[in-house]
């Protein structure tokens, strides 16, 4: 069993950053791909950013590309999403996914836990 759970969500204006973050428990991070999902509401959940197990390689959404950067600390056992120059169109519940594979994938059905989500708001 894996538990995920993600922080560093909230209200912030256009412009701003906030960094998420998504602690993992109960397996070997080490060894997974982890993604960042978020799904604003009327929309389709969306892949963000993907990481593989190493770091090495990394996918994001054209939508955030020079803007989120994703990373992690495997000794920490967390994954992690700053988010730079925020829109209000980055509003959103974000949740981080762990897929039990050491390689990304960016569809949301090869991703095999997920935490609850955290809100991010981006004002105007």
């Known amino acids: 069993q894996v538990q995920l759970v993600e922080s560093g969500g909230g209200l912030v204006q256009a412009g701003g950053s906030l960094r998420l973050s998504c602690a993992a428990s109960?397996?070997?991070?080490?060894?997974?791909?982890m993604g960042w999902f978020r799904q604003a509401p009327g929309k389709e959940r969306e892949l963000v950013a993907a990481?593989?197990?190493?770091?090495?390689?990394?996918y994001y959404a054209d939508s955030v590309k020079g803007r989120f950067t994703i990373s992690r600390d495997n000794a920490k056992n967390t994954v992690y999403l700053q988010m730079n120059s925020l829109k209000p169109e980055d509003t959103a519940v974000y949740c981080c996914?762990?897929?039990?594979?050491?390689?990304?994938?960016?569809?949301?059905?090869?991703?095999?836990?997920w935490g609850q989500g955290t809100q991010v708001t981006v004002s105007s």
């Open positions: 996914a762990l897929r039990a594979s050491r390689y990304l994938a960016q569809y949301d059905s090869a991703y095999d836990y």
């Open positions: 109960g397996r070997t991070f080490s060894s997974y791909a």
């Open positions: 990481i593989s197990w190493s770091g090495s390689s990394t």
